[in-house]
């Protein structure tokens, strides 16, 4: 979808010339319980208070979430009116803002409209960037389509496109530079969320390890990103026994990316993105359950998500520069699995006693902390899908995020509130390492069933010593159940907003 930006004057003369412009849809927002203001007052009086007579008879009032759809109103040059409730104004925030992008988004793909033009009115405490952008990426998400992006998974026709090709919003003239500077960002992200989403929904007999190593080196040919991807002769040399345990069982051969942005200076450390990268889990030895496994070939999007992250920065050009690390592998039992009781050897020299099989997302995240050393960097963040214990002490809301300085937590959840893909500060507190004692090794890789996201966090945080960490973990937002079944994208976002903080 084309999205452009139409600069109006804050005068009358603007206004008209927004009202009476042709086009296939115009979308206009209202308050509830106030007069029609600013564009929506022009579109009442050209109509001759058509949107005064709704309103009192109360066919629109300008509730949030309501919304109606008006076919060749007079007076106005759109062959549709269609009005959004944002609600109370004193309530319209961020999240109020995003509801009324979707409702809007929503009716539009109803129609046949193949062009629509949209009247921003900004939520309290942000501009018009913010507002811009955070459009592009909520129709985005509306209108993403993995079939349509991947046509050799259904025999069946998939059904056509919708119809709007084009979205162009109606902004003071003065904001017209920096929305469409936003624009852009929102695109970009846009483009890295769907990356994300697309390596996520692929089932895992098509996204094996290879296959993830493939597409990240093409991503990194496109964007002019360094790529290196290390096979298991590589990563026996590097002794990443933990690493190396995970893929035991499987004939599948790992595959350790290494992706390298330079956006600045060669002097300023990097940030380094690690992401874990099981194409498929099924517990090893340690089987899961077989209700549900299908959805474990998502447990790789902590991977999908670093991928998507680097794909949106070096499509921004930001200033910064960036490592992205991913260790892949499948976990599958066999004769020659890994198995409970088992002791490995890390890179790090660190012994692990594998109580779990299934606790293996740590083991491979482990090494590739230690390998994010010789970088220097400024700080590291690993995401993962990690654990069930995140799933139910955060839902689907909030991913979780545990972090061993301050001043990187609070960043990071800053910027997830800002990007809309929320994070929640989790303890990391000494006492819980009590729980990964072991008496045959320096440790177990499990802690036992109470606070298993934060002894997961705690494990790794044994790997992560040397520089400023943090963990996000993924396992409850990442991806979507039911009738919904699908990856999100989360948390490119955030970590876009992140990096693109500290780029300024």
Request: proline content about 4%; glycine content about 10%; some cysteine.
């Amino acid at each position: 979808m084309e999205f452009s930006i139409k600069a109006v004057e804050a005068v009358r003369a603007g206004q008209t010339e927004l009202i009476r412009g042709k086009t296939d849809a115009l979308v206009l927002g209202l308050f509830e319980g106030v007069s029609p203001s600013g564009a929506a007052k022009a579109a009442d009086q050209a109509s001759g208070g058509l949107i005064g007579r709704l309103i009192k008879a109360s066919d629109f009032t300008g509730k949030r979430g309501s919304q109606l759809l008006l076919s060749e109103p007079p007076g106005i040059g759109a062959a549709r009116l269609v009005l959004v409730g944002l609600g109370k104004e004193e309530d319209f925030k961020e999240k109020a803002f995003v509801e009324a992008v979707r409702i809007g988004a929503r009716v539009l793909a109803g129609t046949k409209a193949r062009q629509a033009v949209w009247n921003l009115d900004l939520p309290h405490g942000r501009g018009v960037d913010w507002a811009a952008q955070t459009v592009v990426q909520t129709v985005r998400d509306l209108t993403y389509d993995f079939i349509a992006r991947n046509p050799g998974l259904k025999t069946k026709t998939p059904p056509s496109a919708p119809a709007l090709r084009k979205l162009t919003f109606a902004v003071n003239a003065k904001s017209a530079a920096a929305a469409r500077a936003a624009i852009a960002r929102g695109a970009a992200v846009a483009d890295g969320v769907d990356f994300a989403r697309d390596l996520g929904n692929l089932p895992a007999n098509i996204c094996t390890p290879t296959y993830l190593a493939e597409q990240a080196r093409a991503m990194a040919r496109r964007l002019g990103v360094k790529a290196e991807v290390l096979g298991r002769k590589q990563i026996e040399v590097l002794k990443m026994g933990a690493f190396l345990s995970v893929t035991a069982g499987t004939v599948q051969p790992p595959q350790f990316i290494v992706l390298r942005y330079q956006g600045a200076a060669a002097t300023q450390a990097p940030v380094v993105l690690v992401g874990k990268g099981i194409t498929f889990d099924t517990g090893g030895i340690s089987l899961k359950p077989g209700k549900g496994m299908d959805e474990m070939k998502f447990d790789m999007c902590g991977a999908a998500s670093v991928l998507g992250t680097m794909a949106a920065v070096a499509t921004m050009k930001l200033k910064i520069n960036l490592v992205v690390l991913v260790p892949t592998c499948e976990n599958m039992p066999s004769g020659v699995a890994t198995k409970p009781g088992d002791v490995v050897v890390t890179m790090s020299g660190q012994t692990v006693e594998i109580l779990n099989t299934d606790a293996e997302g740590r083991l491979i995240l482990c090494d590739a902390l230690t390998y994010a050393e010789r970088f220097k960097p400024a700080a590291v963040i690993d995401v993962a899908t990690l654990t069930g214990s995140c799933v139910i002490a955060l839902g689907h809301v909030n991913s979780g995020l545990y972090a061993n300085q301050e001043e990187l937590a609070d960043d990071l959840l800053a910027a997830g509130r800002d990007a809309l893909d929320t994070a929640w500060r989790m303890p990391l507190d000494e006492e819980y390492q009590e729980q990964l004692k072991s008496n045959f090794a320096d440790m177990a890789n499990i802690g036992g069933r109470p606070a298993g996201s934060v002894t997961a966090a705690c494990y790794l945080s044994r790997f992560a010593g040397k520089y400023n960490w943090a963990h996000l973990d993924i396992a409850g937002t990442a991806w979507k159940s039911g009738a919904a079944k699908g990856a999100t994208g989360r948390p490119v976002p955030l970590l876009t907003r992140y990096l693109s903080m500290l780029a300024k």
